[in-house]
């Protein structure tokens, strides 16, 4: 039986980014053959999130001072200088790969975690390794997270998305309330004149297709796509919460592992870069023999618990949006519109975390429940 100081499961984005970070003896034990694949994330991301990354401005495919939010014929601009950024996610996890291998970590390809044990042991088929620390960055599947007790229950959507070359008619990124288009929101984002994105969040996979084809139709008809060839689909499942615990015994816990993610959006790397880059310090004090593994969870606790607070708190208010079918979503654009609040109601609103933001700024509050209320008016 082999032993490391620290062996990681899952090479995504999670996995890489933290491992980044760590000195040490480090082992990652990825399911497929190559890092960055399969593709599944849009790449949106925030200028903030992007300075937490580290990593080259090449990166940056796209960057976006505007979005377009779209209920019927009523629009909500939400403004930025800029508001967001995409970055290319397989482009971005080869960076983080050729890191690792700087650092000297080892990677294990094509290999099947079966078993991960929180006393430090994990199963690849017949091989046993033990481990001073496990790092569990499993993807949306969570199966062993789930069986260390980490995750409860989720609220999961599908996502599809479709890479297409065509005519592009917007810089601004666009997204769709509308449920003849997906079952929560749906999304146009261009990536220079000749190609773009085009994705839905549904929870019954069945009902991709019609809805993907009527939001096609939408786009067509508004002018923001032409001549439309298809290059790749690609998505997964959107992980919205609630995040769970960070760990148990020698195994620490991150990502979709935890759904760890925006519960909003759905969006993961803004929590990730926020908890990998306390978290990996922590580990690196560890292995030097500064501090023991239970001062790791005592350092690390206040932090996550105040994470955990600020995306519990946004994912019991997407959870009431749920309930009342998004309604709330829609009369707050009509009404938004209805008092010409529509190009500033969204102004100095953190894209990393709406919701929260919005409730700590009693201005901001006020602003959106006179819009919603506008929007209740018949």
Avoid at 104 to 130: E, M
């Amino acid at each position: 039986m082999k032993s490391f100081d620290v062996c990681v499961v899952g090479g995504g984005f999670s996995g890489l980014y933290i491992s980044s970070m760590i000195d040490g003896d480090l082992h990652i034990f990825e399911e497929h053959s190559s890092v960055g694949f399969p593709m599944h994330c849009a790449g949106i991301i925030s200028p903030r999130t992007f300075d937490m990354l580290n990593v080259p401005r090449s990166l940056v495919e796209a960057e976006y001072h505007g979005m377009v939010i779209h209920f019927g014929d009523y629009k909500v601009y939400w403004f930025g200088k800029p508001l967001a950024l995409r970055v290319d996610r397989v482009g971005l996890e080869r960076y983080l790969y050729d890191k690792c291998c700087s650092l000297g970590h080892v990677f294990h390809f094509n290999s099947f975690v079966s078993n991960v044990d929180p006393n430090g042991f994990i199963y690849v088929g017949d091989l046993k390794f033990n481990s001073k620390l496990i790092i569990l960055a499993e993807g949306s599947r969570r199966v062993f997270s789930r069986r260390l007790g980490l995750v409860g229950f989720g609220d999961d959507f599908y996502g599809f998305q479709a890479l297409i070359r065509g005519g592009v008619g917007s810089e601004f990124i666009h997204v769709y309330i509308d449920r003849d288009f997906s079952d929560y929101f749906s999304w146009f984002i261009p990536i220079g004149d000749d190609r773009c994105i085009v994705g839905l969040m549904v929870r019954n996979s069945m009902d991709f297709k019609p809805k993907f084809n009527a939001l096609l139709k939408r786009l067509e008809f508004e002018g923001l796509l032409s001549k439309v060839h298809f290059e790749r689909f690609f998505g997964g499942l959107i992980i919205r919460g609630p995040i769970g615990s960070y760990g148990c015994g020698r195994v620490l816990a991150i990502g979709d592992s935890i759904q760890m993610s925006k519960p909003l959006t759905g969006g993961g790397l803004y929590p990730i870069c926020l908890a990998s880059k306390v978290l990996s310090k922590l580990i690196n004090s560890y292995l030097s023999g500064f501090i023991d593994l239970s001062d790791i969870s005592a350092l690390y606790k206040p932090f996550f618990d105040e994470l955990s607070r600020r995306f519990k708190l946004s994912f019991k208010l997407v959870k009431l949006l749920s309930k009342l079918n998004y309604r709330v979503l829609e009369d707050f654009i009509v009404g938004g519109c209805r008092l010409k609040l529509h190009a500033n109601l969204l102004s100095n609103v953190d894209y990393d975390e709406p919701l929260y933001g919005i409730l700590e700024d009693h201005a901001k509050l006020v602003k959106f429940f006179a819009a919603l209320l506008a929007g209740l008016i018949p």
